[in-house]
């Protein structure tokens, strides 16, 4: 079976999971973010809105706890590098926060959001130093 994203689904009660990897905008697009309502200073904002993103203890974990699961999302530190991914469900290992849609990822599917750290000014200072 396939859902409306001409995504297989996993209703047949197979424990199978798609990986599909997403852009930030397509990310951006697909997934709408519920904004912080607990805390006036949260992070990940659009624009000069308010923040979206949850922390991992307190009142605030505990409200994202509540969601439906597939509507969370987990940022976490890269492993080998100094990215940032943004992967569905929650997580624990290397956490810096969570996300809520409002849209729900597909049952069977995990997505993966690759968000590369920028480097410029570390660039601009090692070409700066080989120049010399």
Not at 19 to 32: A, G, N, S, V
Not at 42 to 65: I, R
Not at 89 to 117: C, D, M, Q, W
């Amino acid at each position: 079976m396939k859902d409306k994203d001409n995504i297989p689904n996993n209703r047949e009660g197979g424990m199978t999971e798609i990986l599909i990897k997403l852009t930030e905008d397509e990310f951006d697009d697909r997934y709408p973010l519920r904004t912080n309502h607990l805390n006036a200073n949260a992070s990940w904002t659009y624009g000069d809105g308010p923040g979206c993103l949850f922390e991992t203890f307190g009142e605030e974990f505990a409200f994202v706890k509540q969601q439906d699961p597939r509507t969370v999302w987990t940022l976490v530190d890269g492993c080998e590098n100094d990215d940032q991914y943004l992967i569905s469900g929650l997580h624990f290992v290397n956490r810096i926060g969570y996300l809520v849609s409002t849209n729900p990822v597909a049952k069977g599917v995990a997505i993966e959001v690759h968000l590369p750290i920028s480097h410029d000014e570390d660039d601009e200072s090692a070409s700066t130093e080989q120049e010399e």
